[in-house]
T-cell receptor, first 113, second 113 residues
Framework: NAGVTQTPKFQVLKTGQSMTLQCAQD?????MSWYRQDPGMGLRLIHY???????DQGEVPNGYNVSRSTTEDFPLRLLSAAPSQTSVYFC????????????FGPGTRLTVL | AQSVSQHNHHVILSEAASLELGCNYS??????LFWYVQYPGQHLQLLLK??????LVKGIKGFEAEFIKSKFSFNLRKPSVQWSDTAEYFC???????????FGQGTELSVKP
């Protein structure tokens, strides 16, 4: 199993550009989520999904969209990038939403100029 | 709003010293508790977790943590640290077992050889 994979590893955007961060897992996990990591703030939940076709907002959803058309994939879309979205983004998955361990991907480091 | 607090932002120890990292959360209901570690340049890995049962849980690499419900705490301990333990450590709480992790700010541990 590859586990949780994320692409790209690094990305530089200009303000106003859009892009999609990819996340995939091959463990048949129902639950997937996106976090952003900023210095001194730990990780904060952006969006999550409890299964294909079901998504919901986390703590910091503004400026981001998600969809879950398959169990395996959970892309994160930045609609119009802003410097405040400069961060490291982690995708995670777990078997279910509760009483499960979340496994994290390697992260995408995004810089918005 | 629920929150997780890690008391130490940066801890510096010599090899063989004992380690205790504090973690407190603000929620009176059912919680699942986690400690994750992030080695330099890598993604988060699970150290240990508590769902129920024995409040003293053992994890990988000699780490352990104790859940004290009356103190809303889940402190991480290791009797003797090694240089390879240099990393950032995150406490995380899953409130109501819904899968939405709330992370502490992180504690950076530097171990001097």
């Amino acid at each position: 199993n590859a586990g949780v994979t994320q692409t790209p590893k690094f990305q530089v955007l200009k303000t106003g550009q859009s892009m999609t961060l990819q996340c995939a897992q091959d463990m048949n996990h129902e639950y997937m989520s996106w976090y952003r990591q900023d210095p001194g703030m730990g990780l904060r939940l952006i969006h999550y999904s409890v299964g294909a076709g079901i998504t919901d907002q986390g703590e910091v959803p503004n400026g981001y969209n998600v969809s879950r058309s398959t169990t395996e994939d959970f892309p994160l879309r930045l609609l119009s990038a802003a410097p405040s979205q400069t961060s490291v983004y982690f995708c995670a998955s777990s078997r279910t939403s509760g009483l499960s361990t979340q496994y994290f991907g390697p992260g995408t480091r995004l810089t918005v100029l | 709003a629920q929150s997780v607090s890690q008391h130490n932002h940066h801890v510096i120890l010599s090899e063989a010293a004992s380690l205790e990292l504090g973690c407190n959360y603000s929620y009176g209901g059912t919680v699942n508790l986690f400690w994750y570690v992030q080695y330099p340049g890598q993604h988060l890995q699970l150290l240990l977790k508590y769902f129920s049962g024995d409040p003293l849980v053992k994890g990988i690499k000699g780490f352990e943590a104790e859940f004290i419900k009356s103190k809303f705490s889940f402190n991480l301990r290791k009797p003797s640290v090694q240089w390879s333990d240099t990393a950032e450590y995150f406490c995380a709480v899953d409130i109501n077992q819904g899968g939405k992790l709330i992370f502490g700010q992180g504690t950076e541990l530097s171990v001097k050889p």
